[in-house]
């Protein structure tokens, strides 16, 4: 597991873009696994600005989103369908028709979790996963208690999700408490894995994702098992981190290997 720490928000989303624009310039039709909430949002702006100077493209790629609320159909303006054209689709050339969310408006949620595993396998599999975290270490939807195996299912959100998510929604307005999830052992499966976190109030959720038993009381921990995960953070969110300085001499390190090879 790499961890980068650096100076604030803006660094962080800078770096995370800049690992999404080398992949997709390496392979033309990437994969992408892809996240909402209002971390990658920034991200999402250096992508749409990379595209506006012709750094990248992504006509070629398709995207799977982590997750989505049960019961909310792409429309809702609540939905993560429709969080996702706006704060990316609608501003970069990908063809829509190879974004796929969970439907969150399935008939049979059950089959529709089964069709989403399936369609994610037939893609050939996620080349790069971007993820967010949660205050109580969730990864997608996977809330604690989650199996470190599972895989995409309908999972019932805890009432701290539900408070954390509640600014997106206006006063009286339904808020969902189900959602369909990729499940860790989906996540785990991506090639490689690049999870953004930002602010103090994600430092305990990053102690025990980096430093912690590897448990399903912190979903996140189970990255531990990843052969290339990132773990891109500001100075807040690391602020709990024990060995901050060895962290930092890593990537120094790993900056200097990068250059002379590029040499
Ligand atoms: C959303 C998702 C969630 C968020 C997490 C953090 O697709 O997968 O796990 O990443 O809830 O949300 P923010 O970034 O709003 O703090």
């Given at each position: ?46 992508l749409i ?12 790629v ?38 796929l ?91 490689k ?20 038993a ?38 120094r ?11």
């Amino acid at each position: 597991m790499k961890v980068v720490i650096l100076d604030n928000a803006a660094d962080v989303a800078k770096y995370g873009a800049d690992i999404f624009i080398k992949q997709i310039s390496a392979k033309a039709d990437s994969v992408l696994g892809l996240a909402t909430g209002s971390t990658p949002v920034a991200l999402y702006k250096e992508l749409i600005h990379a595209h506006q100077n012709q750094q990248v493209s992504f006509s070629q790629v398709s995207s799977f989103n982590l997750d989505e609320y049960l019961g909310l159909s792409g429309e809702h303006s609540q939905s993560y369908r429709h969080f996702m054209n706006e704060q990316l689709f609608d501003h970069v050339d990908i063809d829509k028709n190879n974004t796929l969310v969970p439907p969150g408006d399935a008939k049979n949620p059950l089959i529709a979790c089964h069709e989403y595993e399936q369609t994610i396998k037939e893609s050939g599999g996620i080349d790069i996963q971007l993820l967010g975290i949660g205050r109580n270490g969730h990864i997608g939807f996977n809330e604690p208690s989650s199996s470190l195996g599972s895989r995409t299912r309908v999972k019932t959100l805890t009432q701290e999700t539900i408070d954390d998510n509640a600014r997106f929604f206006a006063e009286g307005e339904f808020q969902p408490h189900l959602s369909i999830t990729m499940g860790i052992g989906t996540i785990l499966e991506a090639k490689k894995v690049v999870l953004l976190a930002t602010g103090e109030n994600k430092a305990q959720a990053i102690v025990d994702t980096v430093q912690g038993a590897i448990t399903a009381n912190c979903p996140a921990s189970a990255l531990q098992f990843h052969p290339d995960t990132v773990i891109i953070i500001d100075e807040a969110a690391a602020s709990l981190l024990e060995n901050k300085e060895f962290f930092r001499h890593i990537e120094r390190e790993n900056q200097k290997l990068e250059s002379s090879l590029a040499l």
